[in-house]
């Protein structure tokens, strides 16, 4: 589980940003080269290239089906990632269904992909309600089932955070919504959660489950949806007969292919990865609480145990992540720059946190790649970079804080 | 011994408000501290993908960099430029 470190020229790097993508596993990676050389078969011909490469498909299918509990194969549809996948399934329960207006539940908190398929349809004359989340960043089920309406058609909610890595009761949210109405669909943007946490669709009890690839140790431009037997969506990409009509187009198939073999070691090594990323967050978290005024944001326990955000209080997270980055420690920032002006995240903001504490907030991300050591490293420049920033920058220039920004109770610390 | 400081400012192709104001406190400093230095870039140029800009203006005293998207509190900036010079006062 331990390889070296990468390096760039001369510098040390310690990557700490598993959570925007991961490196592709190298067994994946062997899957896949045949793919890319000499059985390049389309998977539709019937000739004996076409039949080896529909066959590396349908195994591919098995594999992610086996990995998610699917309960059939035909559950399984491959697309060019998460965005795809959510977008199939939000509009193909939606607009490409035909409904003209309805309602959608969904949480502040999303990704900016189902967020943005959401404003689409809001514009398109169907009601969002957007829920908002506890200083933990939790969604309460309670709240899931006050916003049903009649004309509600889906309710979207992640499995885990991207930002915070904290956990969404989403079994208990599709086991409520099915009790009360049977109908309406539940799709859950699972993205982050898988090779994390388990992932069982039919634990979980959810219709609709998008995944990406690249998310874990799988290459890019692959992902795929879990449509539960019996649920009907419209598809999103029409003018083949592909993955049961639901995805027009050629497969992707070194990238399926990959993505089946990401989620076979997912499966096969899930025991001994996620203790090693959970030994990883006690450690990160142990060493960093050496240094005052932090406190982590999201939920303690219910969490992916590969992520960590943390708000370093008095510390501009632009500057901890460029000098991070100066040292070789790539960490990422929830804040993003939007039309010329910086924007906090609007996961941290969701949670209470003000706009000061949340421009102090950084995202640690780790892996199965990662050592105890590369942790050590990290936080060690941590440290001294955010010592170094709240001596020479003002907080109040940082930006606004308030009173009831969470920074400053329910207790301090990290470990 | 007295130190040297050198002070990058990385900014917009057209500086902004911000940036023309890191500069100006830095002059400032440069002209009441011997040993320190200013050296203003664009972010197109190649060095600023060193310290990885996202938004500007990007201040760095001798290769760290203490504010982004905002000039420094020249009172800090000050008392840095002070510790890294050794000491000195003005």
């Known amino acids: 589980m331990t390889t070296e470190a990468t390096t760039k020229v001369g510098v040390r790097e310690v990557y700490l940003d598993y959570n925007a993508t991961t490196p592709v596993d190298p067994e994946v990676r062997e899957a896949m080269l045949p793919f890319l050389s000499e059985e390049f078969g389309n998977p539709s011909s019937v000739h004996p290239p076409g039949r080896r490469a529909r066959k590396a498909v349908e195994a591919a299918r098995e594999q992610v089906a086996r990995l998610l509990n699917a309960a059939d194969l035909s559950e399984i549809i491959f697309t060019s990632g998460a965005t795809e996948a959510n977008n199939t399934a939000l509009l193909g329960a939606t607009l490409l269904a035909g409904h003209r207006s309805g309602h959608i539940i969904t949480t502040q908190i999303e990704h900016p992909c189902v967020l943005g398929i959401c404003r689409f349809l809001e514009e398109r004359g169907f009601r969002v309600t957007y829920l908002p989340v506890d200083r933990q960043c939790r969604v309460d089920p309670e709240r899931v089932l006050d916003a049903l309406t009649d004309d509600t058609l889906i309710v979207s909610i992640m499995l885990a955070n991207n930002e915070t890595g904290t956990l969404q009761p989403v079994a208990e949210i599709a086991r409520a919504v099915k009790a009360k109405r049977p109908n309406i669909l539940v799709h859950t943007d699972a993205v982050q959660a898988i090779a994390k946490v388990p992932v069982d669709v039919q634990a979980l009890g959810v219709d609709l489950l998008a995944l990406s690839a690249h998310k874990f140790y799988g290459p890019k431009g692959i992902g795929a949806l879990y449509i539960r037997k019996g649920v009907k969506i419209a598809p999103l990409l029409r003018g083949g007969h592909q993955e049961q009509g639901m995805r027009a187009g050629t497969e992707n198939v070194a990238g399926i292919v990959g993505l089946g073999k990401a989620a076979e070691i997912a499966l096969r090594d899930f025991e001994l990865v996620t203790q090693h990323l959970w030994r990883l967050r006690r450690r990160f978290l142990r060493l960093l609480d050496e240094l005052p005024m932090t406190r982590l944001n999201g939920h303690r326990e219910l969490t992916l145990p590969s992520t960590a955000n943390i708000c370093l209080l008095g510390a501009d997270a632009l500057a901890v992540q460029a000098n991070l980055g100066q040292r070789g420690v790539c960490v990422s920032v929830g804040s993003a720059c939007s039309s010329g002006s910086l924007k906090p995240s609007h996961v941290l903001r969701a949670m209470g946190l003000s706009e000061m504490a949340a421009f102090c907030s950084v995202r640690f991300s780790w892996g199965k790649f990662t050592t105890e050591e590369e942790i050590d490293y990290a936080v060690e420049q941590t440290k001294e970079v955010v010592s170094l920033l709240r001596e020479i920058t003002l907080p109040e220039e940082i930006g606004v804080c308030d009173e009831n920004c969470p920074c400053f109770f329910e207790g301090a610390g990290l470990a | ?90």
């Open chain 2, 1 to 90: 011994m007295m130190g040297k400081v050198e002070i990058l400012i990385i900014e917009s192709v057209e500086p902004c408000d911000q940036c023309r104001r890191a500069e100006a406190i830095s002059q400032a400093l440069a002209q009441k501290y011997e040993g320190v230095k200013v050296r203003v870039i664009s972010v197109l140029d190649e060095e600023a993908d060193r310290y990885g800009v996202v938004m500007t203006p990007t201040v760095v005293v001798n290769g760290v960099i203490v504010a982004v998207r905002k000039a420094p509190d020249p009172e800090r900036l000050e008392r840095l430029i002070q510790s890294q010079l050794g000491g000195v006062k003005a």
